[in-house]
């Protein structure tokens, strides 16, 4: 089964074609954030115009990368929600006029169950070095199993679910305040490092001690909800006391270092709770490479086998909507046309 999906609920403009919910014959992203860095974050109705200008491009690139003529397409798939809804509103329209023109079922996609689908897509990058020989398919592709924990954490959602099954989700923890991401970005901007803050924050706190400064661990034994703003206002107030630190690697490094130790041991706990085997990271944050290290070290120590998706899949794009959108035919979903673009949507 051939499905092209469209991915518009930020600032990325994404299409792709995927096979059977698992293989990526094309996963185009085109990515607003140079444009959005002048006013120091995303601006909605510039994200919206900015999505209306190239979808076209996007999704014609998308079917000529994978060689597929349009005719060829078993079904349309786009993201709804949750999301700025001027953005989301491009993609999903779109999508509905082609399954219409096609008469193919037009299948509408959580963004955070996209994020999820992630952890079940074979990897180009990895494929491409299998066939050079370098490397084996990664294992968590044949053996991701349910029931599984997945850790979401992206700009706008830290969430902690339990996948019972395919499309069988249920959410055991939610932050009560900001998103990890959201954190990553106000604190970035609070000490003017840049934009987008999580990758900078990522890339200046190797250089600098996560043990300099002991920032809080917020609701760390009160069950599975998070909250970050708490760890957020530390950082300010830390900088406010003593001014901006010699070294800011160091106090970015300890930020960094708080924020990954509540959500590892949050999932850990979860994991434990729920018995499973598999824990899975998914949403933008789960590039960071601190998270993806001590995730994994703490999983290996107690046990848990650990899914994370490859760097270009973590952030948004329309391959993780494809897959989600093939396992959602599979167990029943029917085309829906009518459907609207939902900002607050959840899981
Ligand atoms: O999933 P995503 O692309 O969009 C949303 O659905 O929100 O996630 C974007 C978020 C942003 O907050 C960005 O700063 C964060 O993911 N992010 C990172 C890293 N790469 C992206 N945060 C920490 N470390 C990274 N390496
Ligand atoms: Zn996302």
Redo the contacts with the bound molecule.
């Keep these: 089964m051939l499905i092209l999906a469209i991915e518009t ?2 600032d990325e403009t994404s299409a792709a074609v995927v096979k059977n919910g698992k293989e990526i014959l094309s996963n185009v992203i085109a990515s607003q954030v140079e444009f959005h860095k002048k006013y120091g974050g995303i601006v909605p109705e510039l994200a919206s115009r900015k999505h209306i200008e190239v979808i076209a491009a996007v999704v014609n690139q998308a079917l000529a990368d994978s060689k597929t003529p349009l005719k060829n397409i078993d079904a349309v798939a786009a993201t709804f929600g949750p999301g700025l809804v001027g953005s989301l509103i491009v993609g999903l329209n779109y999508a509905k006029a082609i399954a219409y023109a096609l008469k193919k079922p037009f299948i509408p996609v959580n ?1 955070i169950e996209g ?1 999820i689908y992630a952890n079940f897509l074979e990897m180009g990058d990895e494929r491409r070095e299998t066939r050079k020989g370098k490397s084996h398919l990664p294992s968590r592709i044949s053996h991701l199993s349910f029931p599984f924990v997945c850790l979401v954490v ?4 830290t969430q902690l679910i339990l996948m019972k099954d395919h499309i069988k989700y249920e959410t055991l923890g939610r932050t009560r305040d900001d998103a990890a ?2 954190a ?2 106000k604190v970035a901007r609070f000490l003017e490092i840049g934009y ?4 900078l ?2 890339e200046m706190s190797k250089k600098g001690d996560p043990k300099a400064i002991d920032f809080p661990r917020a609701m760390m034994d009160e069950g599975y909800d998070f909250s970050f703003s708490g760890l957020k206002t530390a950082v300010v107030n830390y900088v406010k006391r003593n001014g901006m630190p010699e070294k800011l690697a160091d106090l970015v490094a300890s930020f960094q270092q708080a924020a990954v130790d509540i959500l590892v041991e949050k999932t850990i706990n979860v994991a434990k709770n729920k018995k499973v085997k598999w824990i899975a990271l998914a ?3 789960s ?3 601190r998270l993806r290290e001590d995730l994994k070290r703490r999983a290996k120590e107690e046990g848990f086998e650990v899914s994370i998706p490859p760097l270009p899949l973590c ?2 794009n329309a391959a993780m909507i494809g897959s989600a959108a093939y396992y959602m035919i599979k167990n029943g979903k029917k085309s829906d046309l009518d459907i609207e673009a939902v900002s607050t949507l959840r899981i």
């Design positions: 609920s930020c963004h994020h992206s700009g706008g959602h991401g959201e990553f970005d987008p803050g999580g990758p924050i990522d949403g933008g944050v590039a960071n490479s952030t948004d």
